[in-house]
């Protein structure tokens, strides 16, 4: 798909529906963030909660064969961390990415949050991560194009010596999980695609408190800082209204 999926009112429903449970899984998992637990506990925490909602399904597990309800990535990790036996730290920052599907209509949310006490500086970091999520989708409106959201993040994030890390973007959904536009973290305003009315996307800063270049870890999903900095990743599902946006997820 190559154009904007647009959605009519039923569907929109739906997508709030599937957005409420996301969203309120990811704030009750992310509850259970602190030493001791393991990545795994978390993770079947989140799958029970998405299920207990009649219709509600994990839009990861089995996504191109992911074995997960959550990506629960850690640290250094930028995205897609299997979750397993790993234990989380003190100090710990833990991003936990999720997606549902409700009538058949995806909708995708990440959060992360610091594991017991961090440091102020690393803090710091992970507000203004989330502050250039918000300052993004506070800029949506129809007729935007995809570059200003681009340029918002980027400049956002590089005012205060972080990275967008490379090649990871928000993107479209809807009916797929991965779809038309790509919305890129960094970019040039005034460029790329504008959003019509009744489209979703999915905005999602991934930033570095290091250097911006990544590795593929030896599980062959996990993405990582090349130089091991901290990653920080906050993503919202957002729906372009007649009059700007509303956050869904």
């Keep these: 798909m190559s154009t904007f999926q647009i959605f009519n009112a039923a569907q929109i429903i739906s997508l709030r529906t599937g957005g409420k449970i996301l969203r309120e899984c990811l704030q009750k998992t992310a509850e259970r963030v602190k030493p001791g637990v393991t990545t795994q506990e978390l993770d079947m925490f989140a799958e029970e909660f998405i299920l207990s909602h009649t219709g509600a399904i994990p839009a990861f597990k089995g996504y191109h064969g992911f074995p997960a309800t959550l990506c629960i990535s850690i640290n250094d990790q930028c995205v897609h961390g299997i979750p397993g036996k790993?234990?989380?730290?003190?100090?710990?920052i833990v991003s936990l990415d999720g997606g549902?599907?409700?009538?058949?209509?995806?909708?995708?949310?990440?959060?992360t949050v610091p594991a017991g006490d961090v440091p102020?500086?690393?803090?710091?970091?992970?507000e203004i991560s989330e502050d250039?999520?918000?300052?993004?989708?506070?800029?949506?409106?129809?007729?935007?194009?995809?570059?200003?959201?681009?340029?918002?993040?980027?400049?956002?994030?590089?005012?205060?010596?972080?990275?967008?890390?490379?090649?990871?973007t928000g993107h479209g959904l809807g009916t797929t999980?991965?779809?038309?536009?790509?919305?890129?973290?960094?970019?040039?305003?005034?460029?790329?695609?504008?959003?019509?009315?009744?489209t979703i996307i999915a905005i999602e800063p991934i930033t570095a408190m290091g250097?911006?270049?990544?590795?593929?870890?030896?599980?062959?999903?996990?993405?990582?800082?090349?130089?091991?900095s901290l990653s920080a990743h906050f993503e919202h599902t957002i729906l372009i209204t007649e009059t700007g946006n509303e956050i869904i997820a």
Aim: proline letters at 6%.
């Design 120 to 126: 102020a500086h690393v803090q710091r970091f992970l």
């Design 211 to 228: 250097k911006p270049e990544i590795r593929e870890e030896a599980d062959g999903w996990t993405i990582a800082t090349a130089d091991g």
């Design 100 to 111: 549902v599907i409700y009538d058949r209509l995806y909708t995708d949310a990440c959060i």
């Design 177 to 198: 999980l991965h779809q038309f536009p790509d919305i890129p973290n960094v970019g040039k305003a005034g460029t790329g695609p504008k959003l019509p009315v009744h």
């Design 132 to 168: 250039a999520l918000e300052s993004a989708c506070g800029i949506v409106a129809p007729g935007l194009k995809v570059g200003d959201i681009s340029s918002a993040i980027q400049k956002a994030v590089e005012k205060h010596g972080y990275s967008c890390v490379n090649g990871l």
């Design 86 to 92: 790993r234990t989380v730290g003190e100090g710990d």
